[in-house]
């Protein structure tokens, strides 16, 4: 039922490879993680990111400005997405050849505040002084930061030895 559950999914939590946790218990644990939509440090520690500009929307006031979308080999179909990388200390960093980022100083901050009852008023990721990109989980688990000018996915990598998410989720 564990591998049913899992695949096709994009991350797969940490927590399958405790050696003493049940069989039962391992898939109670992962089903809640999937749906977890608070996002930490370590998810976005753990994977790459995929960074992309917005298109114009009409439903949207603005959107990325065309001199940004230029400079993304994706949007001019030259190249893969530009890559994003969270780091633990707080910092943000790209690719060294990204065209976009320019070297500049980065870090992020995950802002979530509470109503009461541990309900979340609002949940969000915002990088320096940037506008803030709400946070979304999508159903192969894997998750979306995004704003009116850009969004982040992360990147699938059920692939990898010793799989991805946080040992000790936040519910």
């Known amino acids: 039922m564990c591998a049913e559950l899992m695949a096709g999914k994009a991350h797969i939590p940490r927590l399958t490879m405790i050696p003493t946790a049940s069989k039962l218990s391992t898939y109670s ?18 994977h790459d990111w995929e960074f992309r500009f917005t298109v114009n929307l009409p439903m949207l006031l603005q959107a990325a400005p065309e001199y940004w979308r230029n400079l993304d080999p994706s949007w001019k179909h030259t190249g ?24 500049h100083e980065c870090t992020y901050t995950i802002i979530t505040s509470f109503v009461g009852n541990g309900q979340i008023r609002d949940h969000y990721v915002r990088i320096n002084r940037w506008p803030p990109m709400k946070v979304s989980r999508k159903e192969d688990w894997s998750w979306e930061l995004s704003n009116h000018l850009y ?21």
């Open 151 to 171: 969004r982040y996915n992360s990147i699938p990598d059920t692939e990898t030895k010793g799989c991805t998410g946080p040992l000790f989720p936040v519910w």
């Open 80 to 103: 893969p997405p530009m890559r994003r990388y969270f780091h633990p200390d707080g910092y943000h960093s790209a690719d060294p050849r990204d065209a976009v980022w320019g070297g």
């Open 29 to 46: 644990m992962v089903v809640k993680d999937g749906k977890r939509s608070r996002i930490t440090k370590e998810d976005l520690c753990d």
